[in-house]
């Protein structure tokens, strides 16, 4: 046969495939980059900030108290530490581009598995695909789990073909670093292992050398780590999180079962409804065709979908967003059934055709998802009429990279001068970010309410607290009301203040919780449990019928097994005046507590009317909510700590 020459048909169809892969590229480029600095944080990512800045400040113990691997941690500390200020935008730029490089390790697995077409089927859907693209906008995990996997892989695969040990070495080290990032990676360690033990026996060259020495370089790395995480007093509660909240193993050993509902209402919200149904369909079409692959690309191909597939629809009670580890397996299967489906069918212009038609729509429904603001907080208004699904309302958890502002940049800047507490509805782990460590409290002695519209996870106020204060200030978001900033002074009208995407540089020392508090140190042990830091009191002089502000502040040395209830008593052998509570106004039980957080617990004590003039005691401490136990204070018989004399006058 005749070479054929580079301007040939061979040269043309080489060039096509590396425009479509071009192209494949940039729409995910477009889809995962395009406006990520106007939404705001979430909850999560606040966690993950407040922790890498306490890390850069010198706490080393955060690593332990989160639940996950550190690699989410240790990624924006480092961004952090060599720009010494970010913005969401940075925080996130790493995790962007994992998950775009993602999308290129899947179509180097696929391309070496299923051939060009396949390659391209694959790596278009992945590109598309709503979980990829909202996790390519946060501060999260499962992006650095979905590129260290696929390269793990993308080497055993490579591996099978060359049997240079190298590759082999390469798949245990990207397996360890998808672990360092979160556990979801162990779901994708059978199909790596069955891919280089198949490969072994089929050459009849298995190597104990090389898997021992392979394997426990692997399990090394895991144990830098996962060792002292595992010895550390947290891990208790990290391993109970794990098992009895998201596996759901009852207190019996049984399991409670997967969930096929959620997971379909999960992936049909991520993802329209036409999508997952085309993407199964192309995956039975391409689960047919694999009697034409060899049986070894056969086994790693189901063992990619199959581990994870079984386990969070049959094992898991709450998988939530985790069923993304699904989609890389079903990918595979289903751009095999594209790329047969186009070298098999003889009329061409109709499967490209309907192909286009629906891959637009699939499309157009994650441009929606992802450029339409507070589309999924206002779903029932705000859905795209056209994209049926089989419910009505969006999951209530696990909604992660949709656009939404809050106003939180303009109204931390605003508020920055404002002394005093300020109190809000939204969870702390977002204002601990924007307000950076602001004080503030769950508590009514506030002396600013920022009260934002359709906050995603709401902390319980008290309106009534609201009902005597006076709106300061409003601030809009493109043009539309989403906050309102209260206080005690009354204002001609309220300032109207416009939101807009100037960034929010803060540095990790802004950003880092505090380590102290109190105007007045008491550093008083109870119970080799907790420590009560210090304190403030707003006056020591007082008359009947008045009321004491006291701030308490404790530090948690060891996790809490049960709820305490902090308490504060005026008691010289009779009570008058006493507040007792769950810490911060029944927000923040002591169960929640993490070691070395610093607590506010704020308490207001009303002086009983009938009470004689005098000296008397102010005494504080905590005991078991069930048995009344106190914790013990050496120092004290009665198990309190005396703060201080109330000196109560006439």
């Known amino acids: 046969a005749e070479e054929q020459p580079s301007g040939g048909a061979e040269g043309k169809e080489r060039r096509e495939f590396w425009v479509a892969l071009l192209v494949i590229v940039l729409l995910a480029a477009v889809l995962r980059f395009a406006h990520m600095d106007y939404k705001e944080i979430q909850g999560d990512e606040g966690i993950l900030l407040v922790r890498a800045a306490a890390m850069l400040t010198g706490d080393d113990a955060e690593l332990f108290l989160h639940q996950k691997g550190p690699a989410e941690i240790l990624i924006p500390m480092a961004t952090w530490s060599l720009t010494g200020k970010i913005t969401e935008y940075w925080g996130r730029l790493p995790f962007t581009w994992a998950s775009l490089l993602s999308v290129m390790a899947l179509f180097a697995v696929a391309r070496r598995w299923l051939g060009d077409g396949g390659a391209l089927a694959t790596a278009a859907l992945f590109a598309i695909m709503g979980f990829s693209v909202a996790f390519a906008r946060i501060i999260q995990y499962q ?40 556990y979801d990676t162990i779901l994708f360690a059978p199909a790596v292992g069955l891919i280089l033990l198949t490969a072994d026996l089929k050459q009849r060259t298995f190597s104990w050398r090389l898997w021992l020495t392979g394997v426990g370089s692997a399990l090394l790395l895991v144990a830098l780590f996962y060792l002292p995480f595992a010895l550390d007093e947290n891990f208790g509660r990290t391993f109970s999180y794990l098992l009895n909240d998201r596996v759901g193993v009852g207190d019996d050993g049984t399991l409670a079962g997967g969930s096929g509902a959620a997971v379909w209402r999960m992936v049909t919200f991520y993802n329209s409804t036409y999508y997952i149904i085309g993407v199964a369909v192309l995956a039975l079409v391409g689960l047919a065709g694999l009697r034409h692959k060899s049986g070894r690309d056969v086994l790693g191909l189901l063992a990619v979908l199959l581990v994870p597939l079984l386990f969070y629809t049959l094992i898991v009670t709450d998988p939530r967003t985790h069923v993304y580890t699904i989609f890389p397996g079903l990918l595979l299967l289903s751009g095999w059934g594209a790329a047969w489906l186009w070298e098999k069918v003889p009329v061409r212009i109709v499967i490209g055709t309907v ?45 992660f990279g949709f656009p939404y502002q809050a106003g939180w940049r303009t109204a931390a800047a605003w508020l920055e001068n404002r002394d005093g507490w300020y109190a809000s509805n939204e969870e702390e782990e977002i204002t601990n970010w924007y307000m950076a460590q602001a004080p503030r409290t769950h508590c009514p ?36 009301s989403k906050m309102l900033i209260y206080g005690r002074e009354q204002v001609a009208a309220p300032l109207v203040v416009d939101g807009d995407w100037q960034p929010r540089w803060l540095s990790y020392w802004e950003v880092a919780p505090p380590r102290s508090g109190g105007t007045y140190p008491v550093d008083v042990v109870l119970g080799e449990q907790v420590r009560l830091v210090g304190y403030d009191i707003d006056k020591t002089t007082a008359a009947p019928g008045e009321t004491i502000e006291l701030t308490l502040y404790w530090q948690s040395l060891r996790p809490f097994e049960r709820n305490y209830q902090s308490f504060v008593h005026l008691y010289d052998g009779m009570m008058w005046g006493q507040s007792d509570q769950t810490p911060e106004c029944g927000i923040n039980p002591t169960t929640r507590w993490e070691p070395g957080q610093l607590i506010t617990d704020p308490h207001v004590i009303t002086i009983a009317a009938d009470t004689p003039a005098g000296e008397i005691p102010l005494l504080v401490g905590m005991y078991d909510l069930l048995t009344v136990e106190r914790l013990t204070n050496p120092a004290d018989p009665r198990n309190v700590v005396e703060l201080t004399t109330i000196n109560i006058g006439r």
């Open 355 to 399: 192909g286009v038609v629906w891959f637009g729509v699939c499309a157009f429904y994650i441009v929606l998802l992802f450029s339409t603001a507070e589309i999924q907080r206002h779903w029932a208004e705000k859905r795209p009429s056209f994209y049926w699904t089989t419910w009505s309302e969006p999951p209530e958890y696990g909604l």
């Open 445 to 480: 002695n506030f002396d600013t309410f920022v009260l934002a519209e359709s906050v995603q996870d709401e902390m319980p106020y008290d309106p009534a607290w609201l009902s005597d204060w006076h709106v300061q200030a409003v601030v809009k978001v493109d043009k539309k």
């Open 143 to 182: 992006s650095l789990v979905l590129l260290w996997s696929l390269l793990a892989l993308l080497t055993a695969v490579r591996y099978a073909e060359t049997r240079t040990p190298r590759e082999f070495y390469q798949a245990g080290w990207f397996l360890a670093a998808g672990l360092l990032a979160h």
